[in-house]
């Protein structure tokens, strides 16, 4: 069956993502990460990666409207969560346990989708795949992401979603980070060289040409 997106898909994305820009707008001031407008990069990104391994314009706007809830589910923690501080209440990198637990967002928002759309999202192609990549963006080939899938459960739209979340996400300045690690040749190497094995290899080398050319890149460093 195709993926055919429809009105309620889309009146529902768009309230979930309206609720997300509420929850960005309830934490500390001068956070740097807005999930709101890192899940627009993020669908932006998949559409523009979509077109550039020969989807059509259709598919590639499903891809974009399956992608942009894809972190849902983090508005099912406390918003205290999110914005890690040492314990002289200097922001920092959050302790591995931590990154963990907050990786759930990924199984709450599934949890989300499925209170409201009940029994179609077994059956309706578009939601199925809106699942597959709210379930799964953070897992990796080499079995080593959250729920530890192998690469042969990872679809071809996940490991997609898996590079451009991921590239955003690197791409944000964070108060652990230097300028230097985010530029997109350092996200690139990250993805490529440090982090190898964790992505689909194929559909990095066609994310290459899209992160490390401005007019083609939508995944805008900073403007979170
Ligand atoms: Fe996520
Ligand atoms: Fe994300």
Redesign the pocket.
Known sequence: MPVVLKDHHKKFIERMITDLEGYDNKRPKGHVYR?HK??QR?AEGMKNLAIAMGHDETMADALYWATLP??IGKMDFPVEIWDYKDANGVPTKPPKELKHKRRAHTTRGVEMVRAYFGEDCDSDPFLKLMIDIMQN?HETLDGKGYLGKTADQLSQEVRMACIV?AA??WSIIRPHKDVSEVTPKAVYHKMSVTNVGQFDTDILSVFKEIILCPSKRSLSLQSS
């Open positions: 999930f890192h899940s993020v894809h972190d963006h979340d955003d996400g």
